[in-house]
């Protein structure tokens, strides 16, 4: 490889991390509001045993959640995340997201983490030349506590 590969291939890896981070953090800051901006069209979300196919089981999610009446204060921290890119327009990052949540506003009392869990995702590069998830996993480890918010369906 070249330096110029070397480096091109750095910056896609780099690139699928602040995805990953940029999406949690819309999410958690955002209520979501650009949710459907992280994902292709045709995507999978799998979300702890739930499943929702392209944007309008996503965005319906995002407005279930919403529609709750309640107010959530949540965070997804992510950490050890790694990055594959060797093609200029595919690749994947995985690593790890503790979840802290609870309805209402803060501040809240402190509690134990709800979920601890793996991440996963296939990740395209669009036409446009931002990446996008076109699977997302998120697969459980340690659940327990204030219950997850799932999607309508489930």
């Known amino acids: 490889m070249t330096?110029?590969?070397?480096?091109?291939?750095?910056?896609?890896r780099d690139?699928?991390?602040?995805?990953?981070?940029?999406?949690?953090?819309?999410v958690d800051a955002n209520d979501a509001a650009r949710a459907l901006d992280f994902y292709t069209e045709d995507c999978l979300y799998l979300m702890c045993g739930h499943r929702m196919r392209g944007?309008?089981?996503?965005?319906?999610?995002?407005?279930?959640r919403r529609r709750r009446g309640k107010p959530r204060?949540?965070?997804?921290?992510?950490?050890?995340?790694?990055?594959?890119?060797?093609?200029?327009?595919?690749?994947w990052v995985e690593g790890s997201m503790t979840v802290?949540?609870?309805d209402g506003a803060p501040v809240l009392p402190a509690a134990p983490p709800i979920l601890v869990?793996?991440?996963?995702?296939?990740?395209?590069?669009?036409?446009?030349?931002r990446?996008?998830?076109?699977?997302?996993?998120?697969?459980?480890?340690f659940m327990g506590g204030v219950e997850l918010v799932v999607p309508p369906s489930s």
């Open 117 to 129: 869990a793996d991440i996963a995702a296939q990740c395209l590069r669009g036409a446009d030349g």
């Open 73 to 91: 204060l949540v965070r997804h921290l992510v950490s050890n995340l790694r990055a594959h890119a060797d093609h200029p327009d595919r690749g």
């Open 131 to 141: 990446w996008r998830f076109q699977t997302f996993t998120i697969a459980p480890l």
């Open 3 to 12: 330096d110029q590969t070397d480096l091109q291939a750095y910056l896609r």
């Open 100 to 102: 802290y949540a609870d």
């Open 55 to 64: 944007h309008a089981d996503i965005a319906a999610y995002y407005e279930h």
């Open 15 to 26: 690139a699928l991390k602040d995805l990953v981070i940029e999406y949690w953090r819309d």
